[in-house]
């Protein structure tokens, strides 16, 4: 089974930035996306962001121009830069990984991200 490990939140206030990793435990080219979600508290878990093995991005309208998702392929990390962070952006972001058929291969324990206002 595939494991994912998240890191890089914490508490910031808004305006400011964090960068999230998620380190996958085999090869990122098993996988046909990979992506980040989040979930506040009392909230459904919604896409933020996500990468194609060809490297094609496709990001939520509420995080356009403030994220930016790269990979490492040598790695096999998946990283999420987190800009002007807004107090709406807190919740507990999780990686994820799927096939080209959306067969998910697992998630992550999740970050908690926490924007002061």
């Known amino acids: 089974q595939v494991q994912l490990v998240e890191s890089g939140g914490g508490l910031v206030q808004a305006g400011g930035s964090l960068r999230l990793s998620c380190a996958a435990s085999?090869?990122?080219?098993?996988?046909?996306?990979m992506g980040w979600y989040r979930q506040a508290p009392g909230k459904q878990r919604e896409s933020v962001a996500s990468?194609?093995?060809?490297?094609?991005?496709n990001y939520a309208d509420s995080v356009k121009g403030r994220f930016t998702i790269s990979e490492d392929n040598v790695k096999n990390t998946v990283y999420l830069q987190m800009n002007s962070l807004k107090p709406e952006d807190t919740a507990v972001y999780y990686c994820?990984?799927?096939?080209?058929?959306?067969?998910?291969?697992?998630w992550g324990q999740g970050t908690q991200v926490t924007v002061s206002s």
């Open positions: 994820n990984a799927r096939s080209l058929s959306g067969f998910s291969y697992g």
């Open positions: 085999e090869s990122r080219f098993n996988f046909y996306v």
């Open positions: 990468i194609s093995s060809g490297g094609g991005t």
